[in-house]
């Protein structure tokens, strides 16, 4: 682990509420957080009930410079602030309503910077303009040799291509299986690999379909599924809903049910467990084996081994740094491979030796997001900008949440690193009323 890692890491540690500093606490031990942008493309061209996006955000235009220029500055401070290695959300409203050469140019921005970046969007959209992102328009060369995209396919979402407002989560699985082989296709045709996420926000209305989108996309090639319970965040006019008329329990049980397996989310935890539930595991044949049990102590054990040995190491190096990492970090904790071992054997009696064999295996991730309402958020990160601790018990909760919050959106001009849910709910508005003025609709060359 570099230097600069290693002290982002212990700063992130020390940053952290004593509620969240657990032995399971992936920040400090292994991570300092995932990031996001704002404020660099607002638009979007679905309409959605519910979206976090302030009315104003619709009233900006698409400006490549601005939007290359605002990454840039927001991935220098994140990578001060932070260290390398960290995975970042490119983010705001639609991405591919920015020119492909912008997108790809504000991909390579994050990646100067060290992070991993992924793009967040609606998966509306062909596979010339992906085409178009992944390859020099010059040369047809490959400009980038992985790409990692969100898709956000929900029936709560209104304007798609071919189905302006889907009755139901079935409707929209065409859609979700072309999304997943445009990627495909750009594999086979030039060798860009990929990774894919499936993101759904959750209300009443759809929470009973839930676990048939899981059993119906797992094998479509997503390697992860995110699930966010609605919030009160964003344009009131978009609040259709009670959403909060279940509980984050009746939603995780609902993801359990289409992966057909208990999934263990009390081993490694990311922030706050009010925040965030996340189980990785393998999907060997038809069936979801996690990879650790949170009712094992050895599991607990292989853990506190994996911190201990390999900390904030990146994996994604290329195969003869990694190799090298590795070798190191096990030369100085030499117990290290008999803990995997002994966690090998039992994840091979929980998935079986013989669909380990003969059957097909695939990495698979399960998590979920519960973001926080706006009239929750607005009195409890104000009070925490004066250093007061409220006494309301929810709003208390509220920035509890917010001090572990593991997702920061950087702000270059204050130096502020700020928690997602209090750039929803408190500056996005501000944010982009300014930007209506710097980035006119009406101006020449609008979008």
């Known amino acids: 682990m570099s230097d600069e890692l ?18 399971a606490q992936l920040l400090g031990h292994h991570s300092s957080g995932c990031e996001g942008t ?30 290359v220029g605002e990454v840039d500055a927001q991935m220098a401070l994140l990578r001060e602030r932070r260290g390398p290695g960290q995975h970042a959300q490119l983010i705001g409203g639609e991405v591919t309503l920015l020119a ?176 965030n539930r996340s189980c990785h595991g393998v999907l060997v044949g038809q069936r979801f084996v996690p990879l650790v049990d949170d009712r094992a102590a050895a599991d607990h054990g292989v853990r506190d081994a994996f911190y201990a040995t390999f900390g904030g190491m990146d994996f994604h190096a290329p195969p003869a740094l990694l190799a090298a990492r590795v070798t190191r970090a096990l030369a100085r904790h030499p117990t290290a491979p008999a803990v995997a071992a002994r966690w090998a054997c039992r994840f091979a009696a929980r998935a079986g030796i013989v669909p380990l064999l003969r059957g097909r295996r695939r990495p698979l991730t399960f998590v979920m997001h519960s973001f926080m309402d706006a009239r929750d958020v607005r009195p409890a990160w104000e009070a925490l900008q004066r250093g007061e601790r409220s006494v309301d018990p929810r709003i208390r909760e509220t920035q509890e949440r917010l001090q572990a919050c593991s997702y920061a959106m950087a702000h270059p001009e204050s130096g502020e690193l700020v928690p997602a849910c209090a750039q929803h709910s408190v500056l996005d508005p501000q944010e982009n009323l300014r930007l209506q003025e710097l980035l006119p609709l009406k101006s020449a060359g609008a979008a």
């Open 38 to 67: 704002h404020g660099v493309f607002p638009r979007c061209n679905l309409a959605c009930t519910p979206c976090y996006h302030s009315r104003e955000a619709n009233r900006v235009r698409i400006d490549g410079e601005h939007t």
């Open 6 to 23: 290693r002290a982002a890491l212990a700063r992130r540690w020390a940053e952290l509420p004593a509620h969240a500093r657990t032995p």
């Open 100 to 275: 492909p050469d912008d997108h790809a140019a504000a991909l390579r921005a994050m990646l100067r910077h060290g992070r991993k970046p992924m793009s967040m969007s609606h998966g509306d959209f062909d596979y010339e303009y992906l085409e178009a992102l992944a390859l020099d328009q010059r040369t047809g060369e490959p400009r980038f040799r992985h790409l990692s995209f969100a898709g956000h396919f929900d029936s709560m979402m209104f304007g798609r291509r071919g189905i302006r407002r889907a009755r139901s989560e079935a409707e929209l699985k065409p859609y979700r299986q072309r999304f997943c082989e445009l990627f495909q296709r750009l594999e086979r045709e030039h060798g860009i690999t990929h990774y894919l996420a499936h993101n759904m926000t959750v209300t009443p209305r759809n929470l009973d379909q839930v676990a048939s989108v899981v059993r119906e996309c797992r094998e479509m090639g997503f390697r992860m599924f995110s699930f966010q319970p609605a919030a009160f965040i964003g344009n009131r006019n978009r609040w259709k809903d009670e959403y909060r008329a279940f509980s984050s329990d009746e939603v995780w049980a609902q993801v359990e049910r289409g992966a057909g397996s208990r999934l263990p989310y009390r081993v490694f935890q990311m922030g706050d467990e009010r925040c």
